[in-house]
């Protein structure tokens, strides 16, 4: 079965940089695309940035647009997130997910497989 693992989360300092990694196993990996969404508490999912782990297609939302870099490792079944410049509203649990097929989609509902998440806190 498909299975999604998040690491990499913590808390770190405003300007700082963490690396979130997805590991993933239980389907074809460059068959998919992998989307990051994080929730802050108390507020809807939101998109943060996705890759097709075939063709390595990216995608970014404005709000992380050139502090965010996705990439992928296919050798290893692997996605990352670096994330840099992190400011106190990054604060949120940090989710990867999977769908079916090479097409960039924003919306959380069609991303059929989750991990469970891994907490990024930026203090001020």
């Known amino acids: 079965q498909v299975q999604l693992v998040e690491s990499g989360g913590g808390l770190v300092q405003a300007g700082g940089s963490l690396r979130l990694s997805c590991a993933a196993s239980?389907?074809?990996?460059?068959?998919?695309?992998m989307g990051w969404f994080r929730q802050a508490t108390g507020k809807e999912r939101e998109f943060v940035s996705a890759?097709?782990?075939?063709?390595?297609?990216?995608y970014y939302a404005d709000s992380v647009k050139g502090r965010f870099t996705i990439s992928r490792d296919n050798a290893k079944n692997t996605v990352y997130l670096q994330v840099n410049s992190l400011k106190p509203e990054d604060t949120a649990l940090y989710y990867c997910?999977?769908?079916?097929?090479?097409?960039?989609?924003?919306?959380?509902?069609?991303?059929?497989?989750w991990g469970q998440g891994t907490q990024v806190t930026v203090s001020s």
């Open positions: 997910a999977v769908r079916r097929g090479q097409v960039i989609l924003t919306t959380y509902a069609q991303y059929g497989y």
């Open positions: 239980g389907f074809t990996f460059n068959t998919y695309t």
């Open positions: 890759i097709t782990l075939g063709g390595g297609n990216t």
